[in-house]
């Protein structure tokens, strides 16, 4: 599924973002309508290695918000099925305790959905 990329005022990055589903896309355009600076999954956080330092599992955040120094991860997935998202933001917040991240659960989304009357997939 290709979605569209509107002409972002304030993405801080190099390459236009390639969303990976329709929530990130309006949540893009939220922080853009508002002003606030966002980058696209500028960076990814090794969690854990094995013994001969291969990458054995990793985590990209969503967004990056430089203003706030925070990480943003937005998610719409069942609650049922989020509790692997979990277990990497705890091994985040474990590794690297200064990286600030927020998740943004499929309920934070639909009432950001209604409230700013976004169009999301469900």
Request: aromatic share 14%; with cysteine.
């Amino acid at each position: 599924m290709i979605l569209e990329t509107p002409d972002f005022q304030a993405y801080r990055g190099q390459e236009p973002p390639r969303f990976a589903n329709k929530a990130e896309l309006e949540c893009a355009k939220v922080l853009d309508y508002y002003g606030v600076p966002w980058e696209y999954e500028p960076k990814t956080f090794v969690l854990e290695e094995d013994e001969d330092g291969r990458i054995v599992e990793a985590f990209k955040p969503d967004f990056y918000l430089p203003e706030q120094d925070l990480y943003v991860e937005v998610t719409v997935m069942k609650q049922s099925l989020v509790t692997r998202k979990n277990r990497k933001l705890r091994k985040l917040r474990e590794r690297y305790p200064d990286v600030r991240v927020k998740l943004f659960y499929k309920r934070d989304i639909e009432r950001l959905a209604e409230r700013y009357q976004l169009e999301l997939a469900q």
